[in-house]
């Protein structure tokens, strides 16, 4: 047979395996083989990948042996479920609806994309339109409960801060976060907790609110350790334990989330029928010397607290254990209270209140001291304003040096410097205070009597503006091109 002819018969040498005699005869004669003589093959497929076994030849230390080779795994196409309306940038990154690997069935949920839909337009709601309302958590709440994770995560979230929003479906929510639990998700074990602590939608049970703490923070949620140290500090469940409440705080990497959990702590142990001051005050001086912004959380705490208790019949005894206790916005409250009295009784014990809070480091005594020291209406409390926040001044407590410094005298523009005033401008700017710096460093350059006060004054806005003061930053751009002292 030509090459022409076997060419015109269609068949080619991929397509067909001749065995033995069969093809030898087939070249002889030109006579097609029967169909029985033949084996197809498959053409190689473009496809990714080829599930067909191979085989080859491996040299062993026994000569050569054909072994079959593995069969290639074929490359698995997940469908990813992804938002049907588009993310936009003001929504944050972690709350956008995953991508790729991200949104697939096992990690979103549910292939409804309309639940997606909504959850992308509540939080458009929330960080776009800046409307954080009933109708933005609706829209969240439509989402998770058709079982879009994401969607129940966040709502987790939030009851975990505001329990009563499960107050309208309770039954659905506790089904849904334990759901959600199961799969080792630790926001919703903190919100379990917190519903069961607090008995929203299901009977009260600290046992079972102590285990869901327990559970989040084995998954090391930082709201899980949160809980937990409370939960130890306060007797949830079991005893008070405060040496294992302050391991569970030395174990938190956050210190911002460790003394926001003692503030909490505080408030709470304050808020009580049979208040122990004694323990109140050790955890309030224990926070106030492991964090640094203890302070600033203390006063979070209890102004939040107040907040739930106005107009109750516990709002008078919360603000008088804390006073007791001596928590420095506790103090500055009743402070302001007893200042309305017109007894010498009164404004005296306000003015004790002032002094142990601006003691502590609390901001807002030293200004109501400062007021009350140069009220001309007052002068029987001048005296005695003037020595509580000259001893504030004295512990190093910065507020209190500001403070102390405009009741004693700034200089001003062309006016002779107070000594003492600069002295504790001084001290404070040597605590590193950018508003001391920059108040010391406007005192050299209005009365500067010698080119070295100048350099100061430069020095001093420099280290201001390094602390993160604006102001002190335009004024060394505007002083750019002033004439230099001569030396």
């Known amino acids: 047979m030509t090459p022409l002819r076997i060419a015109a018969l269609g068949f080619t040498a991929a397509s067909f395996l001749f065995v033995g005699e069969t093809a030898s005869a087939f070249v002889r004669t030109g006579a097609p083989p029967s169909p029985g003589m033949l084996v197809k093959i498959q053409a190689p497929s473009l496809a990714p990948t080829l599930a067909v076994p191979t085989r080859k030849k491996v040299r062993t230390a026994r000569g050569t042996k054909t072994v079959k080779s593995a069969k290639r795994a074929k490359k698995k196409v997940i469908p990813s479920v992804t938002s049907p309306v588009q993310v936009v940038a003001c929504i944050p990154a972690r709350l956008r609806p995953g991508t790729g690997r991200k949104a697939t069935l096992a990690s979103v949920g549910t292939k409804d994309r309309a639940a997606i839909g909504t959850y992308v337009k509540g939080l458009e709601r929330i960080y776009c339109e800046g409307r954080d309302d009933e109708v933005a958590w609706g829209l969240i709440e439509s989402s998770a409960l058709a079982k879009y994770r994401p969607a129940v995560r966040l709502l987790a979230s939030e009851v975990a801060a505001r329990p009563e929003l499960a107050l309208a479906k309770p039954k659905a929510y506790i089904a849904m976060f334990e759901n959600e639990a199961r799969k080792k998700s630790a926001g919703p074990m903190v919100a379990l907790g917190v519903l069961y602590e607090r008995g929203v939608g299901v009977p009260a049970d600290q046992g079972k609110a102590l285990g869901w703490f327990e559970q989040a923070a084995a998954n090391k949620n930082k709201r899980g350790l949160q809980r937990l140290a409370i939960a130890y500090a306060t007797g949830l469940g079991k005893s008070a334990d405060i040496e294992r409440a302050k391991k569970q705080l030395a174990a938190m990497k956050d210190p911002g989330a460790a003394a926001q959990a003692t503030a909490e702590i505080v408030v709470r142990l304050a808020d009580r029928p049979n208040p122990d001051t004694a323990t109140i005050a050790q955890w309030s001086a224990f926070g106030s010397k492991t964090y640094p912004s203890f302070a600033m959380e203390a006063d979070r705490a209890f102004g939040a607290q107040m907040g739930r208790l106005e107009g109750t019949n516990r709002e008078a005894a919360f603000l008088a254990t804390a006073t007791r206790a001596e ?27 002032l002094k142990s809070a601006a003691l502590q480091g609390d901001k807002g005594a030293p200004r109501v001291l400062a007021q009350l020291a140069g009220d001309p209406t007052a002068p029987d409390l001048n005296a005695s304003a003037l020595a509580a926040l ?35 401008l001084k001290n404070a700017a040597a605590a590193n205070d950018a508003d001391a710096q920059q108040r010391l460093a406007m005192i050299y350059l209005l ?25 002190s930053a335009l004024i060394r751009t505007d002083a750019g091109s002033a004439p230099q002292p001569t030396r």
């Open 327 to 353: 928590l420095p916005a506790a103090l500055l409250r009743s402070a302001r209270e007893l200042l309305v009295s017109a007894e010498p009784s009164a404004t005296t014990r306000a003015i004790g209140y």
């Open 447 to 471: 009365n500067r009597e010698a080119p070295g006060d100048v350099r100061a004054a430069a020095d001093l806005l420099k280290r201001a503006t390094k602390n993160g003061s604006a102001v």
């Open 390 to 424: 000259k001893a504030a001044s004295d512990a190093k407590n910065v507020p209190a040096m500001l403070a102390y410094a405009s009741v004693l005298g700034l200089p001003a523009q062309g006016s002779g410097s107070s000594d003492a005033a600069v002295g504790v």
